[in-house]
């Protein structure tokens, strides 16, 4: 599902006709170019929004599309705007369905950006729950950068994996999180009320 990709354009067809082999580091640099933010008069480029890129797996089966979205290198101040990376999981998950292949492309995205934080959530998850972009989301895992997780306050449905030293990624369940399943809920909020014990001084929403 992550063999091919195309940098997005104004429809299908378009992207199609626009295939990213991003191996090396003058395509993406290129990408990087061609996403920088320009001023509509002159066109000149506004330093302070940083880079965007967008590309698309191209598969055009239902539920097997995958995107990757990137905004990057943006200081701009202002507490609506930031950096952050979006991986678009197709909604047929195949073997992204098992926790082991799940766990290691979120760590292979903590290792690549060295995020604040990272996760894998479900649409119906953040969808059904108090979601607020740019603060850590628990669902099916979660990766924090500088909490000092204790495994012991974690529920027994959980784990956790450290991530060199990068900080951990805890895993709500061995399966992915169902919004509707109340079972799976709960492990959820368990996952939340750990967090939120050692949370001092981190960014952090109300969990519950």
Not at 182 to 207: C, D, S, T, W
Request: proline residues 6%; negative net charge; hydrophobic residues 45%.
């Amino acid at each position: 599902m992550f063999a091919s990709w195309y940098q997005k354009g104004r429809s299908s067809r378009d992207t199609l006709e626009r295939p990213v082999h991003p191996g090396s580091d003058s395509i993406i640099l290129g990408l990087m170019e061609a996403g920088r933010n320009r001023r509509d008069i002159d066109k000149s480029v506004i330093e302070d929004l940083g880079f965007r890129i967008g590309l698309w797996n191209g598969a055009r089966e239902e539920g097997h599309a995958a995107s990757l979205d990137v905004t990057c290198g943006l200081f701009a101040k202002n507490i609506n705007l930031g950096n952050w990376v979006v991986l678009n999981l197709p909604e047929i998950l195949g073997d992204l369905e098992k926790k082991e292949p799940a766990l290691q492309a979120l760590v292979a995205v903590v290792k690549a950006w060295s995020p604040e934080w990272a996760g894998i959530i479900s649409r119906p998850s953040r969808n059904t729950r108090p979601f607020t972009p740019g603060f850590p989301f628990v669902d099916w895992m979660i990766y924090l950068n500088c909490l000092n997780i204790v495994p012991s306050r974690l529920p027994s449905s959980a784990s956790f994996v450290e991530v060199d030293d990068q900080g951990g990624v805890v895993i709500t369940q061995d399966v992915p999180v169902d919004a509707n399943d109340q079972i799976h809920v709960q492990n959820v909020q368990a996952v939340e009320f750990a967090i939120a014990a050692v949370a001092q001084g981190y960014r952090m929403p109300k969990l519950f």
